[in-house]
């Protein structure tokens, strides 16, 4: 159980151009959703989190204008990177949690972003 | 620093031997996990540990916890060529939800 899915798997896009990133949870319905996004050799860092039906929360130092992040139902969450740069390009992650707050985190398998 | 650290932060041992990682973390906590990441792909849950618990089995695997030191550690036993993968914790901050992960340990098992 709890499986979470995410497309694309990976994505090759021209600087300016936007990318959305889809997240599902298969099997349950997940009530927060989180972003993370990841470095070549580095952890994950958290970017915002996401609430079904409401706005997102983003972490100090993330630009909610550039990432923009919808809920819109307990299985779904977007992420769409707006006029992406080269500096974009990662490995995004995002995860899901369908009990209560601390509970366990199910991970999507990520997507890599390559901005040309 | 927001994240925990986490050491070493490379291991390689020989298949059959055991592998231990260390995590250490900042705030109280509710609870700490250990995840598992093969290169390039997303996090596959291990273990979750809560903070009134000392310590925890699954499988090969067996996690300790001291919330006096905040540090946590995992012992992989027996260890195989696949359990080759990076090796992160997250603890869940008991003033949030968020999840803070550690620097990670890379192990190699060699065959």
């Known amino acids: 159980g709890a499986v979470v899915s995410q497309h694309p798997s990976r994505v090759i896009c021209k600087s300016g151009t936007s990318v959305k990133i889809e997240c599902r949870s298969l099997?349950?319905?997940?009530?927060?959703m989180f972003w993370y996004r990841q470095f070549p050799k580095k952890s994950l860092m958290l970017m915002a989190t996401?609430?079904?039906?409401?706005?997102?929360?983003?972490e100090q130092g993330v630009e909610k204008d550039k990432f923009l992040i919808n809920h819109a139902s307990l299985t779904l969450s977007t992420l769409t990177v707006t006029s992406a740069h080269p500096e974009d390009s990662s490995f995004y992650i995002c995860?899901?949690?369908?009990?209560?707050?601390?509970?366990?985190?199910?991970f999507g398998p990520g997507t890599r972003l390559l901005v040309l | 620093s927001q994240q925990g650290e986490e050491d070493p932060q490379a291991l390689s041992i020989q298949e059959g031997e055991n592998a231990t990682m260390n995590c250490s973390y900042k705030?109280?906590?509710?609870?700490l996990q250990w995840y598992r990441q093969n290169s390039g792909r997303g996090l596959v849950h291990l273990i979750l540990?809560?903070?009134?618990?000392r310590e925890k089995h699954s499988g090969r695997l067996r996690v300790t916890l001291d919330t006096s030191k905040k540090s946590s550690s995992l012992l992989i036993t027996a260890s195989r060529a696949a359990d080759t993968a990076s090796y992160f914790c997250a603890t869940a901050d008991s003033g949030t939800y968020k999840y803070i992960f550690g620097t990670g340990t890379r192990l190699k098992v060699l065959a």
């Open positions: 540990i809560r903070s009134n618990e």
């Open positions: 705030t109280s906590i509710n609870n």
């Open positions: 099997d349950f319905q997940a009530t927060t």
């Open positions: 996401s609430n079904e039906g409401s706005k997102a929360t983003y």
């Open positions: 995860s899901a949690s369908g009990g209560g707050a601390t509970e366990t985190q199910y």
